[in-house]
């Protein structure tokens, strides 16, 4: 990509929960957009969104689309990416695709920037945003893998509804007042209902009894972290919050990590906050994530169970961080 002062960027999805917040993220954080081309589906015909003070209108998106772009930021599932971001990498444009179509493509960059910035010059047009609750761990884990070697990781997520999207939200702001005033809930986005209560089922399952969600963090996580040897065992939960998804991580180290050695290394971790002091219930906890840019850590402790072992409790804005932020960092470090 050649250097300028500013660039032409595409937000592919603009209209959704990912597009909406990825406008934001590109605005707050002063990327350098000469021109902002909005896309979305038919059904957003006519719809405007503000952009830096003014209002742009979002056009239907075609292969004709990204003419004149330099970057774009896909967020409109995987079956949309497959069929446009090779059109965006005809026009001239670097694709950063925030969906699974292209993420374990052996040609095509799985990227955390704090934790393998390096792969991002490998691109052939696409980089890959990884999978929301894999991007959280990762950059919690890196550090300490880089310190004493994971050899296993055992991972229970709670996940927060709007990974879903809109409509999920929705359906569970809804299926609340309907549990509250003693009426049944209608299930149009889950299928048993979400509010006050939680499912053990996130994607499809498939034929080894794990979900593609719970796949995802398997295959990313090595793929990112650069080692097919490690081991991982997940879970993935919904969970009714609105926003932040958590997770309870079981890790097992080659080389013995005490909790405070944890404590010192992740409190020098890019991208990392340490809140640990349970003696004043100081712990990461979705609502105080939600808006922010860290992934939180706390509850680290050594695990009784193992020789070399922590368990730790990590929380992130799952929109923010697990979408947007990660998706315009890499943006920042491509330009």
């Not at 719809?47 to 896909?74: C, H, M, P, W, Y």
């Not at 090779?86 to 374990?104: C, K, L, Y």
């Not at 947007?324 to 890499?330: D, G, H, K």
Request: hydrophobic share 40%; charged share 25%.
């Amino acid at each position: 990509m050649k250097k300028k002062e500013k660039y032409n960027v595409a937000v592919v999805g603009a209209t959704g929960a990912v597009g909406n917040e990825m406008i934001k993220v590109l605005e707050q954080r002063k990327f350098p957009v000469d021109r902002i081309t909005l896309l979305a589906s038919e059904r957003s015909d006519g719809a405007t969104l503000r952009f830096n003070g003014k209002e742009e209108k979002v056009s239907i998106l075609n292969k004709d689309s990204f003419q004149g772009v330099d970057i774009a930021l896909f967020s409109a599932g995987a079956s949309r990416s497959k069929e446009f971001a090779p059109a965006a990498v005809e026009s001239g444009a670097v694709v950063i695709d925030n969906s699974s179509a292209f993420r374990m493509d052996p040609g095509t960059p799985l990227v955390v920037p704090e934790v393998n910035p390096g792969d991002i010059p490998k691109h052939k047009g696409i980089i890959a945003n990884p999978n929301c609750s894999t991007i959280q761990m990762v950059v919690a884990l890196k550090p300490l893998h880089d310190r004493a070697r994971i050899k296993r990781i055992v991972v229970s997520t709670y996940q927060a509804v709007s990974g879903t999207g809109k409509k999920a939200i929705e359906e569970l702001r809804r299926q609340s007042g309907n549990a509250l005033n003693g009426e049944k809930a209608e299930c149009l986005v889950y299928p048993h209902p979400i509010a006050f209560n939680c499912l053990p089922h996130i994607d499809v399952f498939e034929p080894n009894g794990y979900t593609k969600e719970e796949m995802k963090m398997v295959n990313e996580t090595r793929k990112i972290m650069g080692d097919q040897s490690i081991a991982v065992a997940p879970t993935t939960v919904r969970v009714p919050v609105f926003a932040g998804h958590s997770e309870s991580v079981s890790i097992e180290t080659e080389e013995k990590l005490t909790a405070d050695e944890a404590r010192e290394i992740l409190s020098r971790a890019p991208g990392v906050t340490v809140m640990d002091d349970p003696s004043r219930n100081i712990y990461p906890l979705p609502i105080l994530a939600e808006g922010k840019d860290d992934v939180f850590v706390g509850r680290i402790r050594e695990d009784i169970s193992i020789k070399n072992g922590l368990q730790m409790w990590i929380v992130s804005d799952n929109i923010r961080k697990g979408a947007t932020l990660n998706a315009v960092q890499i943006a920042e470090l491509l330009i």
